[in-house]
Structures are given as C-alpha cells and as structure tokens.
Nanobody, 114 residues
Framework: QVQLVESGGGLVQPGGSLRLSCAAS????????MGWYRQAPGKERELVAT???????NYADSVKGRFTISRDNAKITVYLQMNSLIPEDTAVYYC????????WGQGTQVIVSS
C-alpha cells in the first residue's frame, strides 16, 4: 500500500510564491518518478513537472523558469517551488508516483487571485 500526502496549497496573490510538498510511504521501488500534475476547472489534468530518482527533471513549457521541482530520496518526498504565480496557475495540484504502478495524492488546491 502506497500513500502520498500533500501539503502547501492555498491562496496567493499574482506574483507570489508557494511551496508544495508530497511525502510518500509504503512499498516503493527504485528507480521511480515523482511529480506534480494539475487540473483546472473544466480542463483535463496536465503535467506540471517530474523528477526521477536519478535526478532527471522535466517541466511543462508553461511553468519553465517559474517552478522548480526537487526531491529528497531518503525521505521519499517531492517538492514544487512555485514562483511568479499567475491566475492561470489556479488548479488542484496532484502528486504522482510511478513505482512502477501509478499512484496519486488527494490533491491540494492552489488559487492565484488578487
């Protein structure tokens, strides 16, 4: 049984910053990929960023230069530092782990609004 527990969402003004965290527990194999996806109202879930246990990172074009993904392999935790937030970043953000099965967190709401 694998569990993903997310934290760090909230309401922030445009231009502000938030940091999301996701801690994984259970039977997790390496190598693996941890990442973040988001789903805005009325839209499909989309990739935000991923990071492999080897350190390779991938970002959606819409967040490059503003968001940074990092992970602590010892703690099996992934972070998403979000800077220069814009209203279009408003969504529910989901943590994802592929190990090799696909696991999802419960989601954390991010609202960017003045």
């Amino acid at each position: 049984q694998v569990q993903l527990v997310e934290s760090g969402g909230g309401l922030v003004q445009p231009g502000g910053s938030l940091r999301l965290s996701c801690a994984a527990s259970g039977s997790i194999f390496s190598p693996n990929v941890m990442g973040w996806y988001r789903q805005a109202p009325g839209k499909e879930r989309e990739l935000v960023a991923t990071a492999t246990s080897f350190g390779a990172k991938n970002y959606a074009d819409s967040v490059k230069g503003r968001f940074t993904i990092s992970r602590d392999n010892a703690k099996i935790t992934v972070y998403l530092q979000m800077n220069s937030l814009i209203p279009e970043d408003t969504a529910v953000y989901y943590c994802n782990l592929r190990s090799p099965k696909n696991y999802w967190g419960q989601g954390t709401q991010v609202i960017v609004s003045s």
